[in-house]
């Protein structure tokens, strides 16, 4: 079956300090995954997916196949990285159906 | 700006009372969505449209209902409303007819509440 993992639920680290939010999945085909955020009373976004290969606000995410792994790294957190992540994995096909993780709130501390 | 609207924000209702949620967009995308949060949980897909006559079960169905009214609006009704559809709910929506189909566009959210 499909499955997303974040394994925590919260992540608190200081300001300046490097963050890595962990993501696996388990998925038989290959998978689209993908990086959505929810700031403080706002809407849930897209942040970054896989096949773009991109950097946004910082962030990056590589997807790791053999390690079935799509973990959101910083090197450098900010006040304003402060929010909810969730991973998410699409299915087979065209369908435009996502799965998501459970989702991991960061906490950047001043 | 294209949007993403939910009404209502906020609803507190009690145990057995049928409530709908509503969702409007102006994005003009074909594909509709509707999610629940609830914590350590994540989101759940309750249903999902990828047109007016396309409407299919997503993983947690049970207890719920929809309506795709036309391409903007997408309804999802609780029958008889019990306390653990207490959640957050959402809509989303995406753009199906460009065959990338990559991001989901949510609205802000209707905090439901069953006593």
């Known amino acids: 079956a499909q499955r997303v993992t974040q394994p925590e639920k919260l992540l608190s680290v200081f300001k300046g300090a490097p963050v890595e939010l962990k993501c696996n999945y388990s998925y038989s085909g290959s998978p689209e995954l993908f990086w959505y955020v929810q700031y403080s009373r706002q809407r849930l976004q897209l942040l970054l997916r896989?096949?773009s290969r991109e950097s946004i606000k910082g962030f990056t995410a590589d997807l790791n196949k053999g390690e079935t792994s799509f973990h959101l790294k910083k090197p450098f957190a900010q006040e304003e990285d402060s929010a909810m992540y969730y991973c998410a994995l699409k299915r087979l096909g065209n369908t435009g159906k996502l799965i998501f993780g459970q989702g991991t709130t960061l906490q950047v501390k001043p | 700006d294209a949007d993403v609207t939910q009404t209502p924000r906020n609803r507190i209702t009690k145990t057995g009372k049928r409530i709908m949620l509503e969702c409007s967009q102006t994005?003009?995308?074909?594909?509709m969505y509707w999610y629940r949060q609830d914590p350590g949980l994540g989101l759940q897909l309750i249903y999902y449209?990828?047109?007016?006559?396309?409407?299919n079960k997503g993983e947690i169905s049970d207890g719920y209902s929809v309506s795709r009214q036309a391409q903007a609006k997408f309804s999802l009704s609780l029958e008889s409303a019990i306390p653990n559809q207490t959640a957050l709910y959402f809509c989303a929506t995406s753009d199906g007819t460009s065959g990338r189909d990559n991001e989901q566009f949510f609205g802000p959210g209707t905090r439901l509440t069953v006593l």
């Open positions: 994005k003009g995308h074909d594909r």
């Open positions: 896989h096949i």
């Open positions: 449209s990828f047109d007016v006559k396309d409407i």
